[in-house]
């Protein structure tokens, strides 16, 4: 029985992991004066995606019992894992349209789907040389544990007009420390307040920052002059964080907000998701008061969140 009943519904696979050898080469990026980063190799183009099915064509999976609409989820994983070998782009983007795309082709059933990369991110390894200095080695990598990007579409259509619905792409997972150059004062003060105001205070941070695309079409178009990399971002973010005496991190965000639409003009919006991770200072040397010993907070944390769009 399904009458009085509003349905949501979706199924899929998550966390199919894809590791592409010799992908193309991201090449033709804009460089931007806070990042040294201008292309990638793609030698190694490692990323976990997730296929989620949407719409409600597979009601009756869930109402009857009845599967002779239902692409196995396995089928899926199998479907990313070799049609990620045709893919011929350079970005974690366009292998997400790439996928999206075929699956809509391959299963007329499939009319909106949602796909979301997160980057395996490895780093290039040193190996010790004849002469007994060091280079990368182009084929040899360590796994790099930390920060990395993501993206998601949405897709429907078929494969010839696919057109991209929404998309969100992010470097996630940042964190940031530094031990002066931040500050917290002048807030409320009350029988409950025990913290006390910090003029010069170092500063703790996990971040996690979004961002979309006025146009899909410069995120995913074949010349990627207008695409705005990850790395690019993490490190203009990176940059305003060293450089930005903040007096608060709602302050510091803002400001990290503004230089990256000013940088980018082709972006409508950019989103941070903080937390506060500040330690708590423990010892001051008496000799010397810029010798200090700080120690993890408490276990709960501020979490600070800011989206900022573009003026129509």
Known sequence: MTEGFHHEIGYGKARIPVYRVYAAPLQGVTPIPESA???RDNVLFAAEIDVEVLGDDFLPAYTEGDNQMVVATDSMKNFVLRE???FDGSTLEGLLDHLGRRLVATYPQLHALR???RELPFVAAPVPEENGSFATSPVLFDRAHGDHAMATLEIAGDAADAP???HRCGRVGM???KVTGSSFTSFVRDGYTTLPERVDRPLFVHLDVHWRYANAADLLAPDPIRYVPAEQVRDLVRTVFHGFVSESIQHLVHEMGHRLLNRFPQLAEVEFAAQNRTPDPAAVSEADPRLKVYTDPFSAYGVISLKLSRGS
Do not use: E, N
Request: net charge neutral; proline share 0%; glycine share 14%.
């Open 164 to 166: 991209v619905l929404a």
């Open 115 to 117: 796909l979301t990369g």
């Open 37 to 39: 980063f201008t292309g």
């Open 84 to 86: 990620s070998l045709s």
């Open 175 to 177: 964190q940031l420390l």
